[in-house]
């Protein structure tokens, strides 16, 4: 059979990458910045990085035999990747909804963008900023809205005594302190 009659997968690319997935029903919330990188990738990969692909791809077809020029096949696939990440990125951008955390400066309760310093009873200290799913890096200590931690702490004030249920049980912490960044 030849290959133009094989199907492809019907499913999400997307998922099958291991990039992080919406709740059913929830809002991508994102703070500006985490919006404007996204932003910008897109636009690099749209008027930089593809087109350079596509010139590749078009310089190795001409020089015949495809099947194994490996600069035809290597850039084949490189373009899949990239479109593949230009969709994810379009369809994140189209349902994002960009929150300021700025506008909750001053404020001692918790909401999406707070940078939250919380102790747990055994004495441990830990810091955590509030992002979106998309933009939150938990090397850099930013967590994702809907990650247990930050779902304990949203709303919360500081002082409050939460419950955070975790695999090796509930453990109790203590909001110490919430701040969000200066309006510009």
């Given at each position: 059979m030849?290959?133009?009659?094989?199907?492809?997968?019907?499913?999400?690319?997307?998922?099958?990458?291991?990039?992080?997935?919406?709740?059913?029903?929830a809002?991508?919330?994102?703070?500006?910045?985490?919006?404007?990188?996204?932003?910008?990738?897109?636009?690099?990969?749209?008027?930089?990085?593809?087109p350079?692909?596509?010139?590749?791809?078009?310089?190795?077809?001409?020089?015949?035999?495809?099947?194994?020029?490996?600069?035809?096949?290597?850039?084949?696939?490189?373009?899949?990747?990239?479109?593949?990440r230009?969709?994810?990125?379009?369809?994140?951008?189209?349902?994002?909804?960009?929150?300021?955390?700025?506008?909750?400066?001053g404020?001692?309760?918790?909401?999406?963008?707070?940078?939250?310093?919380y102790?747990e009873?055994?004495?441990?200290?830990?810091?955590?900023?509030?992002?979106?799913?998309?933009?939150?890096?938990?090397?850099?200590?930013?967590?994702?809205?809907?990650s247990?931690?930050?779902?304990?702490?949203?709303?919360?004030?500081?002082?409050?005594?939460?419950?955070?249920?975790?695999?090796?049980?509930?453990?109790?912490?203590?909001?110490?302190?919430?701040?969000?960044?200066?309006?510009?």
């Amino acid at each position: 059979m030849s290959k133009a009659f094989t199907k492809e997968s019907d499913g999400d690319e997307d998922e099958a990458l291991g990039l992080p997935a919406l709740p059913v029903g929830a809002r991508n919330y994102m703070t500006p910045g985490g919006y404007a990188r996204l932003r910008a990738e897109l636009f690099t990969l749209m008027d930089d990085e593809r087109p350079k692909v596509v010139e590749v791809v078009h310089w190795a077809a001409s020089n015949g035999d495809r099947s194994e020029n490996g600069d035809y096949l290597y850039g084949k696939k490189r373009l899949r990747e990239i479109d593949r990440r230009i969709r994810f990125l379009t369809k994140r951008l189209e349902v994002a909804e960009v929150v300021d955390p700025t506008v909750h400066h001053g404020s001692e309760q918790v909401y999406f963008g707070a940078t939250v310093t919380y102790a747990e009873a055994s004495g441990t200290e830990r810091t955590v900023t509030i992002l979106g799913i998309d933009e939150a890096d938990s090397l850099q200590g930013q967590v994702t809205w809907v990650s247990p931690i930050a779902r304990t702490l949203l709303k919360s004030r500081e002082g409050d005594e939460l419950k955070l249920v975790t695999p090796s049980g509930v453990v109790l912490i203590e909001v110490l302190s919430v701040s969000y960044p200066a309006p510009a």
